[in-house]
């Protein structure tokens, strides 16, 4: 699993979509949508608690723009009424709430400030002991007491201004959440969530840019079909084994179907351990969440079934940490012979984005804008335009995404007639001359 190393971004009417490419292939894909609900996660919010349940451990916090669930941890509870600075860790999903959390880390571009966790670390990976004593006599000296900081690897790299200034601007904005928090007025955001943009480039500095504006780069680079791979249900991987997705609201299960696969029950071990790298890339690329259950053909031996979750849990090593603090985590094997892992929720899955849960079919919103950026790209020359589709798909344009359908107008020079069909498949889009 590696991580991105071309980043394409494309704004297109009512959408932006973010692909990170590793070498050609599609790692991660995210998206920010018109009518979609909003991103929260990064926010940094003056929140009051609501009410306290100590049987759970958390509490529960209102934002000012709606609820989430507080989790405590070793903290002891806050007093229900008061006001706690919180940073909002996951958006909304389904029915389920945003996720709060009172540790609260502001990240620059070389150093995180840690106000809850006193403690000067350094990135591991920088193992150059003259690199890290003379980080540590830079900034250690700088930081109040009570302040946490986590130096990044590449902080080695920058020089002593880049540093303070980075250091400089994380306690600066800190004060004005401590500030605000004395102030005793609330609930209130302190700091915005930042956008997709900025928060993926921040989280991914040395990748490659490229942009576009009507989707061409994502045909260009054959992105879109890589897209409909991860969100089929069933999944061909090379070596012949089949891999099903079922994701619901309590968990997530994988059937691996070893029909297509050459290999002798003896193989069945090596086979499994050498695909794990594979299954990690697709529960990585499809968002999945929570708990996650991989139901393996049955391995008699204990030492096989270790190799196979260890393998597991060596391929996530890699998961980007700059998205996710803590990687997916391998539980073991269930009585049954199901391999059980559970991965931290930070929103709604690529399915949950992109496709109507129930009838497991795209939205009429993701087939609208597509729809609009084919229109981009297929009317040159068309004086008046004219788009054919699906009722659902024009109410939806009508509606929700009639910004994006006028921003698209205006690029057109004014003019395209809609024209919903009753007979048309949600998916049938027609474009062409406007008719008599």
Known sequence: MHDPNRLIIDRSPGETRIAGLADGTLTDLWIDRIGGAARRAGE????????????????????????AFLK???????????????MVTTDAAGRKQPQAARQIVLAGRFVSLRPDEPEFAIAGTLKAKGKRERLKTLLQPLLPPDIGLLVSAKAAEADDIQLITDLTALLTEWKAVDDALAAGDGPKIVRAAP??????????????????????????????????????????????????????????????????????????PQLFEGMTGDLAAEIRLRRLSGLVLVDFPKLPLKSDRDR??????????????????????????????????????????LRDDMMRPVEQHPRAA???????????????????????????????????????????????????????????????????????
């Not at 759970?56 to 709606?66: C, E, I, K, Q, S």
């Not at 229109?375 to 589709?389: D, V």
Request: glycine content about 8%; some cysteine; aromatic content about 4%.
């Open 44 to 67: 940094i919010v003056i929140a009051r608690v609501t009410a306290v349940r100590p049987e759970l451990n958390a509490a529960f916090v209102d934002l000012g723009h709606g609820e």
């Open 72 to 86: 405590l941890g070793k903290k002891a509870p806050p007093p229900e009424g008061s006001l706690v600075a919180v």
């Open 195 to 268: 956008d997709l943009e900025s928060r993926i480039r921040t989280a991914f500095p040395s990748a490659e840019l490229a942009k576009s504006s009507d989707g061409s780069l994502f045909v260009e680079e054959d992105i879109d079909s890589q897209i409909d791979r991860a969100l089929a249900r069933r999944l061909q991987l090379s070596n012949g084994i089949a891999l099903t997705f079922d994701e619901t609201e309590a968990l997530v299960a994988i059937d691996v179907d070893i029909a297509g696969a050459s290999a002798s029950p003896k193989a069945w």
């Open 308 to 349: 196979v979750a260890d393998a597991m849990q060596a391929a996530f090593e890699d998961w980007p940490s700059q998205m996710q603090e803590q990687p997916p985590q391998v539980l073991g094997w269930t009585r049954s012979g199901v391999l059980e892992i559970t991965v931290t929720r930070t929103g709604r899955s």
């Open 366 to 436: 993701t087939i609208a804008l597509e729809a609009l950026r084919r229109l981009l790209r297929e009317t040159q020359g068309i004086a008046q335009p004219e788009m054919i589709c699906a009722q659902d798909v024009a109410d939806w344009l009508d509606g929700p995404g009639r910004k994006a359908l006028g921003e698209t107008k205006d690029k057109l020079g004014g003019f395209l007639k809609l024209t919903p069909d009753p007979a048309f498949r949600l998916d049938q889009i027609e474009i062409g001359p406007a008719r008599r």
